[in-house]
């Protein structure tokens, strides 16, 4: 899906920061941060609509998402611990009467701390 | 809150037999839509079936699946596996906007020749 594009595709960090970054040409207004863990479905981090956050689970601090425009999302990384190595997919839905309620995947981040 | 239940870990099928996965729900939410996603290898979920509508098949590359909101059902079946068809499977349920998908754990499908 080139249509959502996001960079890194891969990194490897010691104690690090580093930001991941995804950009949609589908028009959408909600924009999403999932994290999957080996063998695990992705779980919902964050979701934005209209750049307002309407959600935020239960993940660690280190993690601080921001929206600068409607089709633009990045994840702020701190301090990664061992624990944070996985896929991190960004997504994106439309909203609005018409709606299947389908997300679009980008190809995903894959971060493995060292 | 919702739940997803699938068939679990590994399904083994021989390349032109049937394979059907099981997903049933769990959800106190008009629920806006059923989907199932396949992930292959090293790639992103991609929606492979979607519905909303109770009792309709649902049909896309040779997969089919009809939402039964009687049983809260959504069985993945196709008639003759390929191999092509080896990848990661996931139900997955969404119920409002302001909420992302809740998937099942997956089912893993291995098809051989």
């Known amino acids: 899906n080139t249509k959502i594009t996001q960079s890194p595709r891969y990194l490897i960090l010691g104690r690090a920061n580093k930001s991941l970054e995804c950009e949609q040409h589908?028009?959408?207004?909600?924009m999403y941060w999932y994290k999957q863990s080996a063998e695990k479905p992705p779980e919902l981090m964050f979701l934005?609509?209209?750049?307002?956050?309407?959600r935020n689970e239960t993940v660690p601090s280190r993690f601080i998402p921001e929206c600068p425009d409607s089709s633009k999302l990045l994840l702020h990384i701190s301090a990664v611990d061992p624990e944070d190595s996985a896929v991190y997919f960004c997504?994106?839905?439309?909203?609005?009467?018409?709606?299947?309620?389908?997300?679009?995947f980008g190809e995903g981040s894959k971060l493995t701390v060292l | 809150g919702d739940s997803v239940t699938q068939t679990e870990g590994l399904v083994t099928v021989t390349e032109g037999l049937p394979v059907k996965l099981n997903c049933t729900y769990q959800?106190?939410?008009?629920?806006?839509?059923f989907f199932w996603y396949v992930q292959y290898l090293n790639e992103a979920p991609q929606v492979l079936l979607k519905s909303s509508t109770d009792n309709k098949r649902t049909e896309h590359q040779g997969f089919h699946a009809t939402l039964h909101k009687s049983s809260s059902s959504f069985h993945l079946q196709k008639s003759s596996a390929q191999l092509s068809d080896s990848a990661l499977y996931y139900c997955a349920l969404r119920n409002n906007y302001a909420q992302g998908l809740t998937f099942g754990l997956g089912t893993r499908v291995s098809v051989f020749p």
């Open positions: 959800t106190t939410y008009l629920t806006i839509a």
């Open positions: 997504a994106s839905s439309p909203t609005g009467v018409i709606n299947t309620g389908q997300l679009y």
């Open positions: 589908l028009g959408h207004n909600a």
């Open positions: 934005y609509n209209l750049k307002q956050l309407i």
